[in-house]
């Protein structure tokens, strides 16, 4: 497990991204795995500072796509209305199936224009991270 949360790795854009949202929005991140893992990788990529909360599957009980990770998050955060909240990722069978699970808007991250060819339909498709900023 120590060799897992060793490496932090960003996407071009990332951190310019979650700049320009923290002024604007609440930030979250839900992610399947080990909580010590996940936090590591967090830390070394000097991301955790961005978001209010980091959702770790471990500490909820569910992993993504299931509805209670996304309960849970609300919950954190004190959603009251799901039409607000919006989900970026790049699995559709993770991060778009669960957003549409939870009655929330999806945005696949889809940058190699791979094609979905599952009945997993995300609102919205990015092929850069710079476009999430074009559906706010």
Known sequence: MGYLGSGGYLLDGAVELVEELKEKLRL???????????????A???MAKY???????????????????????????????????LIVGDSLTSDIQGGLNSGIDTCWYNPN??????????????KTLSEVLTLL
Request: charged share 25%; glycine share 6%.
């Open 28 to 42: 979250a991140i839900i992610t399947n795995g080990i909580r010590e893992v996940q936090l590591s990788r967090f």
């Open 113 to 126: 224009n791979k094609p979905n060819h599952t009945l997993i339909k995300p609102k919205f498709e990015i």
């Open 44 to 46: 070394k990529a000097d």
């Open 51 to 85: 978001f209010e909360h980091i959702i770790v599957s471990e500490d909820t009980g569910f992993q993504k796509p299931h509805l209670g990770i996304f309960e849970y998050t609300f919950n954190k955060l004190g959603v009251t209305d799901p039409s607000r909240v």
